[in-house]
């Protein structure tokens, strides 16, 4: 059963929102110079045509899909689908002119490289698996605007990570301690052992009276 749980306590057990803080703040800390914001996800034409996806060079991080599963022992897990809009503009470099399509190659390309390293895509969270493999991450086009005077190029990068053990598990948490004494697994209270009972295989014994 389900427990009635309000606003203030889904907000404070939410997974989702500090996943996605993480992933902002990883991606800030190893892209020094490159705007990284939250976003809510479907992006709008109106902001690509304003610019206020996120300040270029920069990336926004949202998703576009979610869905879930159950695992074995109860609980659940999330399949998020990321993506991270890389918005980019012409930059003078060392004295030489680097047109927008190159900068945002070049922030896609880094994105897929932090990626692809097993211990960083994780985001220093517990609970996240690295990124699936089928389909792979992916870089691609989304929105130009040719006009000279807007000068932007829009790129995403798409990714599907899964966050597993959501959730309450079906079995009871109760911890025994092995007695070396009677070689038995002694448990704290008695009701404990009644509720592991439905888990345990076992096999009755005959009553000697």
Known sequence: MIAPKPLDQLLATDALGPLQAAIVSTLATLNPGVTVVAHPGKVDISELVNKTVVKAPGLGIGFSKIKTGQQAEGHFWLAIEWVAYVVAEAKVVGNRRIEKEAVGLAIGGRVLEILADLQTSLWGRTGVL????????????????????????????????????????????????????????????????????????AVEEADDA
């Open 130 to 201: 690295p990124p699936e493999t089928t389909p792979p991450a992916e870089l691609k086009p989304l929105f130009t605007i040719k006009d000279q005077s807007q000068g932007v190029a829009y790129y995403t990068v798409t990714w599907t990570q899964i966050m597993a053990d959501q959730g309450a598990s079906v079995f009871p948490e109760h911890v025994g301690r092995y007695n070396e004494e009677t070689g038995l697994i002694d448990y704290e209270e008695g009701r404990m052992i009644n509720e592991l009972g439905p888990w345990i295989p």
